[in-house]
Each structure stands twice: as structure tokens, then as C-alpha cells.
């Protein structure tokens, strides 16, 4: 059975950091790019960024180019997502996905999520 456990959330003060890891089980990890996106309080699922099988080739929304920083480790099986100066959109339940770039985000198989919250 394929699982993707996210984990890392939390509460934190605007320009706050976080990193979010995602382990992996049921397939052959380094088979697949990997991708996090993520989902605000009643609007739809957003793409964050992706990353090629062999780390490569990285991808990031303009939204969060030059903050955030997606990496993996295959040999623990493990997508990470690093998240500097957050700022209060980014208040969302992130979620790693078994897809790249321009996949089908909504179907792939997620995570059941992490809660990031940005607050004062």
C-alpha cells in the first residue's frame, strides 16, 4: 500500500521558519518526482513546488521562490520542505504528493496533511 506521512506543522510568527518532512512507503521512492502543495482555509488545492527522482531539477511557485526550499533523502525514503520567512498566507494544510510538476494534484496520492499556521 502506498502511504505518504507528512509531518513538521505548527504554530508560527510571521517570518518564522518550519521544515515539513514527508516519509514514504509502499513504492520505489526514487521511481517518482515528488511535489508539496498545499490547501488555505476554503479555497483549492495549490501547487508549492516539486522535485525531480534524483533532486536535479527543482521547481517553485512564485509565491514562495526564494523562501522555501524542497529537498529529499532516498535512502530514508523522505521529501522534505523547508520553509523560511512564512508569512500569514501561507496559513494552509500542506500535503507531499506522488506526482511532479504539472501532474494531477487533486488524484495523486497525498498525505493526509500537516497544519501550518502563520500568526501573531
Known amino acids: 500500500e502506498v502511504q505518504l506521512v507528512e509531518s513538521g506543522g505548527g504554530l508560527v510568527q510571521p517570518g518564522g521558519s518550519l521544515r515539513l518532512s514527508c516519509v514514504a512507503s509502499?513504492?520505489?521512492?526514487?521511481?517518482?518526482?515528488m511535489s508539496w502543495v498545499r490547501q488555505a482555509p476554503g479555497k483549492g488545492l495549490e501547487w508549492v513546488s516539486s522535485?525531480?527522482?534524483?533532486?536535479?531539477?527543482?521547481l517553485y511557485a512564485d509565491s514562495v521562490k526564494g523562501r522555501f526550499t524542497i529537498s529529499r533523502n532516498n535512502a530514508k525514503y523522505t521529501l522534505y520542505l523547508e520553509m523560511n520567512g512564512l508569512k500569514t498566507e501561507g496559513t494552509a494544510v500542506y500535503y507531499c504528493a506522488q506526482t511532479y510538476y504539472g501532474g494531477d494534484y487533486e488524484n495523486a496520492v497525498r498525505g493526509q496533511g500537516t497544519q501550518v499556521t502563520v500568526s501573531s
Open positions: 509502499g513504492f520505489t521512492f526514487t521511481d517518482y518526482g
Open positions: 522535485i525531480s527522482s534524483r533532486s536535479w531539477t527543482t
